[in-house]
């Protein structure tokens, strides 16, 4: 068999064939169990050709499918002339190696597709970067299958220039390059993730923030374009935002919000790339309400909700309040999936961000979310105390201002939310009562 070259992981416009073996705790589609995969193989424009599915109490240590499944497997692929596997499971780098012997056509798993549908969607220096990153975490400790074939560089053979010397594996080099480049690209992205988080602190300091999560195709950049003017890239396929974009929503009568987009969520994602995007995801983790977009017209929505959790979960955003907004109603052909989800979470909002319908709804739930209970009162501030002033001009409904001396008095209508991060400012804010008494919050 002519050695493999595994440089080049992408599927572009390859004929693929998909496996998936299905274990006691696998979370498939139990009516279509690769579904989502074909979904990936298609945002990865490679061209399914054929299928092959096995059950399986636990895998084969050497190839994960049995004996028997990987002849089978190579005659589909001889038959349709396939250049690719893709299975639904992650495998280790010897079953890779294993199948690949016996099949002759490159195998990719779960994570090296969703790495290549990244490597091939990021648009940003940022995203480039992270997707360098996760790319670089999953193939270290792959090194040795991949390159098997190298052999040592012997001191002195006759090969050459350039391979006189002590002699040493090329695998060796490769992980010290590697190495090194993993290096470079953690001190970037750290320098991108410390300025993201300053901008993002300001920003939460000045505004409401918003944050739209969801699994991915769920519809979020539709919405996000339905309530801003963003203009973000939106299309009917999986990862269609990599990098988060934030614009300003008005929610009308001089309300507004600051709304993010971001990166979707998909049922097993590489642990590394979850690490790599958490700059991307800082938006999600710090939001002071998080809106949770789900495809409630998708089989599998339930599911997804699931791994929406999850997620939000494993990467921190456990503090910001999380809305649950069933989208694309319009796709419905009946309400009784829509009566499941309202019985289970009877706070979610029903829309559909392609129609609008419902987005009303969803803008006044925003709105009590950002305002808390509303009270009108007039609280008294050091006139040099800029931040705290600035705060409730931009937070806050100023309906009169009142100077004297080194203060200034603004009678406000104000919701709980509102004073309560006016409180955890540490602002020379005072109360009626208060004032005499000298309680002031701050200082």
């Not at 945002?43 to 499944?69: C, M, N, R, W, Y």
């Not at 950049?221 to 999986?238: P, V």
């Not at 105390?385 to 937070?395: M, P, Q, S, V």
């Amino acid at each position: 068999m002519e050695q493999l070259t595994r440089e080049q992981l992408s599927v572009d416009r390859e004929k693929a064939v998909l496996v998936g073996c299905l274990l006691p705790d696998t979370k498939t589609n139990p009516h279509d169990p690769l579904d989502e995969l074909r979904s990936l193989a298609d945002t990865a424009s490679a061209v399914v050709v054929d299928e092959l599915l096995q059950k399986k109490h636990k895998p084969e240590a050497k190839t994960f499918i049995g004996k028997g499944k990987v002849e089978e497997l190579a005659a589909m692929v001889k038959a349709h002339d396939a250049s690719v596997v893709i299975f639904e499971n992650d495998l280790t780098p010897s079953q890779i190696g294993n199948i690949e012997q016996v099949i002759e056509v490159k195998v990719l798993d779960r994570s090296e597709l969703i790495l290549d549908i990244f490597a091939s969607r990021a648009s940003t220096h940022e995203a480039r970067l992270q997707v360098e990153l996760a790319q670089l975490e999953y193939t270290y400790p792959r090194l040795r299958a991949m390159w098997s074939h190298l052999e040592r560089i012997v001191g002195g053979a006759p090969a050459g220039i350039g391979t006189r010397g002590p002699g040493e594996q090329q695998l060796e080099i490769d992980r010290r390059i590697v190495q090194r480049k993993k290096a470079q690209l953690k001190r970037e992205i750290a320098d991108i993730q410390s300025r993201k988080t300053r901008e993002v602190a300001a920003r939460n300091q000045d505004h409401f923030t918003v944050g739209l999560v969801g699994y991915t195709n769920a519809g979020k950049s539709t919405l996000f374009n339905t309530l801003t003017d963003g203009r973000a890239y939106a299309d009917d396929k999986l990862f269609a935002t990599l990098s988060t974009r934030t614009r300003k929503w008005s929610l009308g009568g001089g309300d507004a919000v600051m709304l993010s987009d971001t990166v979707g969520f998909v049922r097993d994602l590489p642990h590394n790339l979850v690490a790599s995007f958490k700059a991307t995801l800082e938006e999600a983790v710090h939001s002071d309400l998080l809106l949770i977009v789900l495809d409630v017209a998708d089989p599998r929505a339930e599911q997804e909700y699931e791994t929406v959790v999850q997620v939000l979960d494993e990467i921190g955003a456990d503090e910001p309040q999380r809305l649950l907004v069933l989208n694309k109603i319009d796709r419905l052909q009946h309400n009784a999936e829509l009566l499941l989800f309202t019985e289970q979470h009877p706070d979610a909002v029903p829309i559909s961000a392609r129609t609008g319908r419902g987005v009303d709804v969803l803008v006044e739930r925003v709105r009590e979310a950002a305002h808390g209970r509303m009270q009108e009162l007039p609280i008294t501030l050091d006139a040099a105390d800029g931040k705290a002033i600035g705060f409730l001009e931009n937070r806050a409904q100023v309906l009169d201002r009142q100077y004297n001396d080194r203060h200034v008095t603004l009678t406000v209508r104000i919701g709980s939310r509102q004073l309560d991060r006016l409180r955890a400012m540490g602002s020379s804010a005072r109360l009626p009562g208060e004032q005499e008494a000298g309680k002031g919050w701050g200082r």
